[in-house]
């Protein structure tokens, strides 16, 4: 039996290795499309059907149940994550299964046997997990380690202005200007920070809310933003991403 998968995942290395992992231990399988955003999977499942969907809960335009508030679901999904912070139990209702990042062939396996398990396609609950999500004691991250040569320091999240990701780096900067590199990538802080302080601007730039210096419309949807310490690139929030910017600054 083919099994049609569509895959939702942000990072192209971890699409490559689902994939290719995928079709080793299933040889079945057939990939029907590889998206990395929530617009473009709105807009794919709105037309298309999978007989199965792997899904990133953290993409780069936001968290990935905000899908299910704008098309229906009836097919099973398995989540991949990098953190199981959330309320991961919940994830594995009616069949649902997850994955915690970098994915286990393994793993990868008994996901699929649980998958072959059901015997009809059914509506996933959507309300229960938007009630756990909602529902869970979320802990955030309040310090990072950082290092200048030999110098290992502490910085809490009252001292960073904002994240810059450029080019395969990602960095940290203080309210004081001062700039370092971290171990990690803007996917992951999105998971990692409080989101009542902190905001993804765009593919770039995460800020905190103290940072926010001046904000300019620059089209009837679009915001040109101006950060403290001041970054060396113009920050623009495009038109997909401004309503949730105000309503966080709403918030």
Do not use: C
């Not at 508030?69 to 299964?97: G, H, L």
């Not at 996901?111 to 009809?120: A, M």
């Not at 004081?176 to 905001?199: E, N, Q």
């Amino acid at each position: 039996m083919v099994i049609k998968v569509l895959i939702i995942e942000d990072e192209k290395p971890a699409q490559e290795h689902l994939e290719r992992i995928l079709k080793k231990v299933e040889p079945s399988v057939q990939i029907l499309e590889k998206i990395d955003s929530i617009k473009d999977a709105v807009s794919w499942l709105s037309d298309h059907q999978a007989d199965l969907i792997f899904l990133d809960i953290h993409l780069a335009d936001g968290i990935s149940f905000s899908i299910f508030e704008q098309v229906n679901i009836e097919t099973p999904i398995i989540f991949t994550t990098a953190y199981d912070a959330y309320a991961i139990q919940a994830f594995k209702v009616n069949s649902i299964d997850y994955l915690l990042k970098p994915i286990d062939e393994d793993d990868l396996t008994q996901s699929l046997q649980k998958f072959k398990s059901i015997q009809s396609k059914q509506q996933i609950p959507t309300d229960l997990l938007w009630k756990a999500l909602q529902n869970t004691t979320k802990i955030y991250q309040e310090r990072f380690i950082v290092h200048r040569g030999e110098r290992l320091m502490s910085v809490t999240i009252d001292q960073i202005a904002y994240f810059e990701g450029e080019d395969r780096y990602v960095y940290l900067i203080k309210k004081d200007g001062s700039k370092f590199i971290i171990d990690y990538r803007l996917s992951d802080l999105d998971a990692l920070l409080d989101p009542t302080l902190f905001f993804r601007l765009n593919r770039s730039f995460i800020t905190h809310f103290d940072s926010i210096a001046s904000m300019v419309h620059v089209s009837k949807s679009r915001i040109k933003i101006e950060l403290s310490p001041q970054a060396k690139r113009d920050i623009v929030i495009s038109t997909e991403n401004s309503q949730g910017f105000k309503k966080w600054l709403n918030q």
